[in-house]
């Protein structure tokens, strides 16, 4: 066994300092300890004595409406090149605003101490996975400090509509007079990229006093996450037995195996077909494809399968979906017929207006199903009831906070030099959250991952060390 040098007994001895209640017999104990068993003492000792002790106060000087601190990072980047269409009426809604807050250092510290016991098979902690109620009592925004919050809100008019379980963002709603006189910006409508959106026009500002536990406001405009699947387009049939993009005017699909473009079609249309006939070069992959390319399918056919049975997939959605969809891709791909559920957080998004999103969801539901066909898949899915509203953070939060499923997937994207100071904030907590709760987050990074953003395009939501971020399906 290895001597403890002067620095490592001399921790030893802090660590008995620090916790002088404890009795002669752990201290020795101490002593014999390697230099890494004595630093997981101390964190288990002070995460420990954290989760027994009432978290303190952190904002300790009345609340000023004059003393402010701007908030670096609050405006987003497509405002500085969008065509300014003027201020909005004052009386405009905007609704499912989320303040975020923040732990306080030895609060972060403490957790993510916790969070490494949980996924160490060797540790007492292991998989001891907290509720959000257990997460917000320990590791969340003091209960005072809530309250001042809360009333620092009111008092500007807004509406409470609900306080995180994880104490660490409070969802509110108001119109836009009421942003502008409390977070000290302007609202404007706005045209970027050819689309409208409304923003804030600069960074916002909050009470000096609020800033030890508040953040900012996850967002005040409605650039939102974006689907990351790809359509391509309509393809034809060439005479030297290739494709070609067909006309994005009209097609006339054949059925499969039907002719090559004919010599005497001059819109070159009259062959363009989907590409999954036997022969034609372009070929659809199914299930049991994806199986034997990434060597799964063995596991299928285990003596006792491995395919997802017992286990529920949550899938964070802004559409619904049309159920006979999923049914005729799982029987005509061979997969065992399966419903999924549908959870709405809000109001039905319904699917006629949705198309895009639609795609994505119905994507999502069929492939996930498809990798694992016993699984028990959960769409969960909100409207953007209000200009403000995220609906995919909604159902992502709502999958989070009530517990849908051990695995999580996201396949939208959004760049985070956009989501600014607040919203990153936002999704580092809300993944770490998952993270203690045992959530397995996945969230696709698109096929160019972070080089996307450079050319307009997005990326996924945050990583962090909580989640895992997967490319695109080619």
Request: proline share 6%.
């Amino acid at each position: 066994m290895r001597t403890l040098g002067e620095p490592e007994i001399g921790l030893a001895l802090r660590v008995v300092r620090q916790f002088h209640s404890a009795a002669l017999l752990s201290a020795v104990t101490l002593l014999l300890l390697s230099p890494d068993q004595i630093q997981a003492q101390i964190q288990g000792q002070i995460a420990g004595e954290l989760a027994s002790a009432p978290v303190p106060a952190r904002i300790l000087s009345p609340v000023d409406n004059s003393d402010l601190t701007i908030v670096r990072g609050s405006t987003h980047p497509a405002v500085r090149n969008a065509i300014d269409n003027g201020r909005l009426a004052s009386t405009e809604a905007m609704g499912d605003l989320i303040l975020v807050l923040k732990r306080s250092d030895a609060q972060q510290a403490a957790l993510e101490s916790f969070n490494a016991q949980q996924y160490d098979p060797a540790s007492p902690e292991f998989h001891h996975w907290l509720t959000p109620p257990e997460l917000g009592a320990t590791y969340g925004v003091a209960e005072s400090d809530l309250v001042t919050v809360s009333n620092w809100l009111q008092n500007q008019g807004f509406t409470i509509d609900e306080i995180a379980p994880s104490h660490t963002s409070i969802r509110f709603s108001g119109n836009v007079g009421q942003v502008e006189t409390a977070f000290h910006a302007e609202m404007h409508a706005i045209t970027s990229g050819g689309v409208a959106h409304i923003a804030n026009m600069s960074d916002i500002s909050i009470p000096t006093a609020l800033t030890p536990v508040v953040v900012g406001v996850k967002a005040l405009h409605n650039f939102f996450a974006k689907p990351q699947h790809h359509t391509r387009p309509l393809l034809s049939g060439s005479a030297s037995g290739g494709w070609a993009p067909a006309s994005e005017q009209r097609a006339t699909l054949n059925k499969r195996g039907g002719p090559d473009v004919a010599a005497a079609d001059t819109t070159g249309l009259a062959g363009a077909r989907p590409g999954y006939a036997p022969g034609d070069g372009y070929q659809l992959l199914v299930p049991y494809d994806m199986a034997t390319i990434y060597n799964y399918k063995s596991l299928w056919a285990a003596s006792t399968p491995i395919n997802g049975t017992g286990q529920t997939v949550a899938l964070a959605g802004t559409s619904n979906i049309v159920l006979t969809d999923i049914a005729t891709f799982r029987s005509a791909t061979g997969l065992p017929a399966k419903v999924p559920t549908v959870i709405i957080t809000n109001s039905d998004p319904g699917t006629t207006n949705l198309l895009d999103d639609r795609m994505e969801n119905t994507l999502d539901v069929e492939w996930s199903g498809a990798a694992a066909p016993g699984a028990s898949i959960v769409l969960v899915t909100s409207s953007q009831t209000s200009q403000t509203t995220d609906a995919l953070y909604a159902s992502e939060s709502y999958i989070v906070n009530n517990n849908v499923a051990k695995i999580m997937s996201v396949s939208y994207g959004e760049c985070e030099l956009g989501m600014g100071t607040a919203g990153n904030q936002e999704y580092a907590n809300l993944w770490q959250q998952a993270y203690t709760q045992g959530i397995a987050v996945f969230v696709s990074s698109g096929d160019s991952m972070a080089a996307a953003c450079d050319d307009g395009h997005y990326n996924p939501p945050p990583i962090m060390q909580w989640s895992t971020a997967l490319p695109s399906a080619a």
